[in-house]
């Protein structure tokens, strides 16, 4: 424990014996203790100046309960001794205020509001080709903030809270103006799944009561466009899917994974076979389920990783095989209702190693018992998934975390943001939300991959959603533990869309920060092409060249996420002052990126451009 390093110590009035609240145990310790248990700053403002008082009292008065009342006997003369010590009193106080005032400033990373009411708490979400965003909550919820145009409400006879649904469940957001322009959705969404299709489509499928075997689809647009939800009349899913994870194929097709009673793949466009039983996820299921929601990463040798509960298996999707059973992943449950979260890092040299992410969860019992205040748990497992005899490598987060997203950044590290340190998923089922968002560097040595970032003050805890924007930036949108809309409650229904800006983004970054000029539109497999770039100072490391899809974000885990860095020559001088032409060979095959549109991002010594879309195919 600290010992305050001022003067400390004082004798006490009746045997002039050393004694002090600043040795071990100080005051200063047993704050830090609180401090990091619940991070409420005033709260401890207080409690330090009372212990302070308290030590002053018992110094100059004998008696511990003096500091309660003021000295009334105004000829009081203070010694030396008692004049040193109360000063020294006072430089502790001014101490602890400077660390609490300047500690949340001094952690990377910026936040801003980016919208107050976007009309609807967003539970999935997805950036658009056309720098909008598709933000989606649930049909059967009631009022929402935002109203349909006038004309367009839903008429459902058999939704018990609004039979005539003039409000808003979709919106499109803009990222240039912050404009919100409200989408009809007509079936139930709630707790459904989606992916982008290789011409840039949203595919989303699923949700709960009308909407448990829809297939939906909406085109993207830019703000001014006239964009909207279509559902297919023509085409069901063989299965009904609540809680299924998509996940976009070499060939631009869709594999439909899972969903709750659904221990079965299928796919879209439907294939002739229909639903394909998958026994591993009955396999993985416990008394509280933890299989749903599964994480699905397509490996680039074609098959499957697939990850529920604590297991996870290789699948060969074309002959409905299991090729390698991992390594069970200690640490407790890792998918909803315990979720935390997971991704695959970033595909790089000749492509052939892929490695697992798992990080945080709920402990099991959590969710049947209903308990909002038991632990999440914060270890993480990390996985060569393509190698031979793979094992789980563990490492712990500086806290706990259960619904926490995993956004992929383009230089190759991870943000673990949002969530809360205790309960598990579920309407009012957590608490102690988790404020600071955490940086995993994968290339740093075991023990030293995780930095503590600034922490945000509005909780994203249940149906929150996390997203990497075109800039660089994180969208954080959603948030809603609750039934219905509510608003009087600890943790309210959410409409605040924030952005989080990684230390990347800083102004101190701004000189080796690239820009991309000229990029093609379209690159085909294996095709070679060029980058032109600029950047203020002169280029002193290799410019990587990086691609980042648009995942769909939902229940703390982004079905489709990925980023593939290219294989590139050095930056070389192209005809003008900071101007560097970068050699590029596109992915070879849709294993390693499957077909569709992706951001492009230059990245200078861990610095992003801002990105620009392209189509692989």
Known sequence: MAVLKLQNHYHNNDNNTPFSLCTIPTPLSIFFFFFKLFKQEYFFIIIIITIIRIEASLYLTSSPFSFLFPLTNTNTIFTMDQTSFLASQLCCCFIILFHLTHSRADLPGTWELLVADAGIASMHTAVTRFNTVVLLDRTNIGPSRKLLPKGHCRFDKNDAVLKLDCYAHSVLLDLHTNQIRPLKILTDTWCSSGQFLPNGTLLQTGGDLDGFKKIRKIDPCDINGSCDWVELND????????????????????????????????????????????????????????????????LPNGHLFVFANTKAVMYDYTKNIVLTVYPQLDGGPRNYPSAGSSVMLPLQGDYSNAEIVICGGAQYGAFLERSTDTPAHGSCGRISATQTDPVWVTEDMPYGRIMGDM?????????????????????????????????YRPNEPLGLRFM????????????????????????????????FYTFDAEFPTELRIEAFSPEYLGPDKANIRPEILEVPETVLFGATFNVIVSVELPVVEIVEVNLASAPFATHSFSQGQRLVKLAVTSAVPDGGVGRYRIGCTAPPNGMVAPPGYYMVFAVNQGVPSVARWVHVS
């Open 407 to 439: 956004v992929m950044l383009p230089n190759g590290d991870v943000l673990i943001i949002n969530g809360a340190m205790s309960g598990s998923q579920g309407f009012d089922m957590a608490s102690n939300p988790c404020l600071n968002p955490v940086l």
């Open 452 to 483: 503590v970032l600034n922490p945000g003050t509005v909780p994203r805890m249940y149906h929150s959603t996390a997203n990497l924007l075109p800039d660089g930036r994180v969208l954080l949108a959603g948030s809603n533990p609750h039934v």
């Open 235 to 298: 085409v069901e899913l063989t299965e009904g899917r609540w809680y299924a994870s998509n996940q976009i194929l070499p060939d631009g097709s869709v594999i439909i994974v899972g969903g709750r009673g659904s221990n079965t793949v299928e796919f879209y466009p439907k294939r002739i076979n229909g639903a394909v039983s998958f026994p591993f996820l009955l396999e993985a299921e416990d008394t509280q389920m933890d299989n749903l929601y599964p994480y699905v990463h397509l």
